[in-house]
C-alpha cells in the first residue's frame, strides 16, 4: 500500500535576525550590481546566505544552484563564471568547507574568473577559543583573491544595511580582476523570519539588461598600445583563452597563426595545427617576432621559441596572475594596434608556407583512409557489392584510440555546443591534429589541475542551456579515467531537464601520461606502476548509475558513432584505450 507523505508544515512565524536582514541586503545587493548565479552548499553558519539565495532565487531575481560539496560547488561556480563572463557568487560554511573551495579560487585566479567567495564564519567572540567548526578564515586564500574583507557580525544598527550595500558594489568592482573573498561573521540568532525583498533596486548601474557584460567588470585597455606593422617574420600564438582576437590580428599583421585547441582562435586560413614540427623546422627558424596572446600551455616548442635571444617577443596582458613570459624577456603591453596592410605576395609566402607544411605534416601522420568506394555498393556485381559491405563491416569494428576519439568528439561539436577538456593526454592529443573550427572550447588551463573537470563542465552547460533557444546544444566532455574518478562528486547532483552534458572518458586505467617521462625510464617498475600510474578497477558503468546518468562503452568506431548521436541528456561514454599508445606530453 502506497502511502502520502504529510503536508510540509507552514512556516513558524519569527521576526527577522540581523544576520538574515544583512545577508538579504548583500545578496540583493550584488544582483542590483548584476550578480545572476549564486552556488550553494549546505551548512549552519551559513544558513542565512543560503535561504536569502533560495528567496531571490524564488522571486525569479537570480538563479540559484545547490552542490553538495564546496569544491564542486567552486569549480560549478567557475564553469557559470567562464560560461557567462559575469562574476559568480559561491556561499559555504565555516571550516574545512572553506578550505575545499582553494582549488577553485587558484584556477580562477591563474585564469582571472570573476569568482566572489561569501564565506560564513563565527563572531570575534568565538575566535582563538576553540569553538567548534572554527578557524582562523582571515586571509585564508592569500593573495590568490584581488580583494578580501572580514566583515564584522551584523548588529542591527541604523544604517548597517546600506553599508552591506556599499560592500556588495565594492566586491563586483573588485572581481574585474579574479576572485573575491568576502568571510562574513554571523551571531546567533543566524536566521528567522523571512526579510522582505526590496521593491526598487540599490544605487548604482545595474547594466543595460541587454545580456551584455556589466560595465563593472569589464575590462578596459590600459595605456601601453604598442604599434605593429606586418613583416614577413612575425607569428601570432594565441594560447588558452586568447579568443578570436588573435585570429583577427594574425590576419591583419599577414602572420601563421599558433592557436591552441583552448584557444577560441583556432580557425581560418592562417590557422597552422602541426606547429610544432613546423616551429622545429626551417620555418620557425626564421621567425623574428612572436605576439603572444592568452595563456599557451600544450607545447614545449612555444616557450623554446620564445626564449630564443633572436626573436621579439610581445605578450599582451591577459586576464590572470601573470603575463606569459618564459624567458623574462617580453615586451608585455595592453594591446597591438597594426599599422597598414600586409603585402598578399608576402602573406602567400609567408603564411602559405607555414600553412603547406602543417598540412603536409598531417597528411604524413593521418591514418590510411579504409572507407570503400560508395560505387561498389550500387554494383550489379554481386561479389563487388559484398566486397563493400565487408569492408563497410570492418571499418565499423575499428578499435577507439585516442586519435579517433577526438577528432570524432571534435567533428561531432557545433558552434551551438561545448567542448570541456580535461588536464589529460586527449588534450594533448587535440591539439596535435585537429582542424581548425570555431567553436566554444573551454578548459582549465590556469594550472592545468586534473580537479573540477565535470564541475566545471555542468557550469557551462547551465549557463549556456539559460540562453539557448529550442534546440539546446550538447556540452561534451574529454577527460581521462583519473579526471573523472578525481570528480566524481560533480556527477552526483541531479541536472535540470535540458542540460545536455556527454562525457566521453578514455579510460586506460591509470595516469599513463606520465609514461612518457623519464621517470617511466628510471624508476623501479613496482614502484611506478603504484605511485605514479595509480591504477584503478572503478566500474565506470556502476559510477554513472550511482548518479542517475546513462552509460554507454564504446569499444569500435560504430559504438562511438552511436554514443556521439545519443539522445540522453545526461550520458557517460566509457571509451576503452590501449595503454602502449604514443604520448606527447609536453605539457
Not at 143 to 149: F, I, K, L
Not at 219 to 242: K, N, S, W
Amino acid at each position: 500500500m502506497t502511502t502520502t507523505p504529510p503536508a510540509p508544515e507552514p512556516p513558524v512565524s519569527a521576526p527577522t535576525s540581523p544576520a538574515a536582514e544583512a545577508a538579504m541586503a548583500l545578496l540583493h545587493g550584488m544582483h542590483a550590481q548584476g550578480l545572476e548565479h549564486v552556488v550553494v552548499s549546505p551548512g549552519s553558519r551559513s544558513q542565512a546566505l543560503a535561504l536569502a539565495a533560495a528567496a531571490l532565487d524564488r522571486a525569479g531575481l537570480i538563479t540559484l544552484h545547490v552542490r553538495i560539496d564546496e569544491r564542486v560547488a567552486g569549480f560549478t561556480a567557475l564553469g557559470l563564471a567562464v560560461e557567462t563572463g559575469r562574476p559568480v557568487a559561491v556561499i559555504c560554511t565555516s571550516g574545512t568547507a572553506v578550505a575545499n573551495l582553494h582549488p577553485a579560487v587558484l584556477e580562477a585566479h591563474h585564469s582571472g574568473v570573476p569568482l566572489i567567495l561569501l564565506t560564513a564564519d563565527r563572531p570575534a567572540e568565538l575566535r582563538g577559543i576553540g569553538a567548534n567548526q572554527t578557524t582562523n578564515q582571515v586571509g585564508i586564500f592569500g593573495d590568490m583573491v584581488a580583494a578580501d574583507w572580514d566583515v564584522p557580525a551584523p548588529t542591527g544598527d541604523p544604517g548597517e544595511l546600506d553599508e552591506v550595500r556599499d560592500l556588495a558594489e565594492l566586491a563586483l568592482r573588485a572581481a574585474a580582476d579574479g576572485p573575491v573573498h568576502l568571510n562574513l561573521a554571523y551571531r546567533e540568532p543566524l536566521s528567522g523570519g523571512e526579510p522582505s525583498i526590496p521593491t526598487a533596486l540599490p544605487t548604482g548601474d545595474a547594466g543595460d539588461g541587454d545580456g551584455d557584460a556589466h560595465p563593472l567588470w569589464q575590462r578596459t585597455l590600459g595605456p601601453e598600445v604598442v604599434d605593429l606593422e606586418p613583416d614577413d617574420a612575425t607569428v601570432v600564438i594565441a594560447g588558452h583563452g586568447a579568443g578570436a582576437l588573435a585570429e583577427d590580428l594574425a590576419v591583419r599583421l599577414g602572420a601563421p597563426l599558433i592557436a591552441e585547441v583552448s584557444s577560441g582562435a583556432r580557425f581560418g586560413r592562417h590557422a597552422v595545427v602541426a606547429y610544432r614540427e613546423v616551429l622545429r623546422g626551417p620555418h620557425g627558424e626564421a621567425v623574428g617576432r612572436a605576439v603572444v596572446l592568452g595563456h599557451p600551455t600544450l607545447s614545449r616548442e612555444v616557450p623554446a621559441l620564445l626564449e630564443r635571444d633572436d626573436v621579439e617577443v610581445i605578450v599582451v596582458r591577459a586576464p590572470g596572475a601573470d603575463a606569459y613570459n618564459p624567458g623574462r624577456r617580453a615586451r608585455v603591453v595592453d594591446d597591438v594596434r597594426v599599422i597598414g596592410k600586409p603585402d598578399p605576395q608576402v602573406v602567400r609566402r609567408w603564411v602559405g608556407g607555414w600553412v603547406a607544411m602543417s598540412r603536409a605534416v598531417l597528411e604524413s601522420t593521418a591514418p590510411d583512409d579504409p572507407a570503400p568506394d560508395l560505387e561498389q555498393s550500387a554494383s550489379t556485381d554481386m561479389s563487388v557489392r559484398l566486397a563493400f559491405a565487408k569492408a563497410e563491416a570492418a571499418i565499423l569494428r575499428q578499435p577507439v584510440d585516442r586519435q579517433m576519439l577526438v577528432r570524432a568528439v571534435w567533428a561531432s561539436t557545433w558552434p551551438h555546443d561545448r567542448l570541456v577538456m580535461a588536464a589529460s593526454r586527449l588534450i594533448r592529443e587535440a591539439d596535435r591534429l585537429v582542424p581548425g573550427k570555431n567553436i566554444a572550447v573551454h578548459a582549465n588551463r590556469g594550472l592545468a589541475g586534473i580537479d573540477g573537470t565535470i564541475a566545471t563542465a555542468t557550469g557551462i552547460a547551465l549557463a549556456a542551456q539559460a540562453h539557448a533557444g529550442p534546440q539546446p546544444g550538447t556540452t561534451r566532455v574529454l577527460l581521462g579515467d583519473l579526471a573523472l574518478i578525481h570528480d566524481a562528486g560533480a556527477l552526483l547532483v541531479p541536472l535540470p531537464e535540458r542540460v545536455r552534458v556527454h562525457l566521453f572518458v578514455g579510460n586506460d586505467r591509470g595516469g599513463t601520461i606520465f609514461d612518457q617521462l623519464e621517470v617511466a625510464a628510471t624508476a623501479n617498475p613496482n614502484d611506478y606502476e603504484r605511485v605514479m600510474r595509480t591504477p584503478h578497477a572503478v566500474d565506470i558503468a556502476a559510477l554513472a548509475a550511482a548518479g542517475g546518468w546513462a552509460y554507454r562503452k564504446a569499444a569500435t568506431r560504430a559504438d562511438l558513432d552511436d554514443a556521439l548521436t545519443a539522445p540522453e541528456p545526461l550520458l557517460v561514454v566509457e571509451v576503452p584505450l590501449d595503454t602502449l599508445d604514443p604520448v606527447d606530453e609536453s605539457a
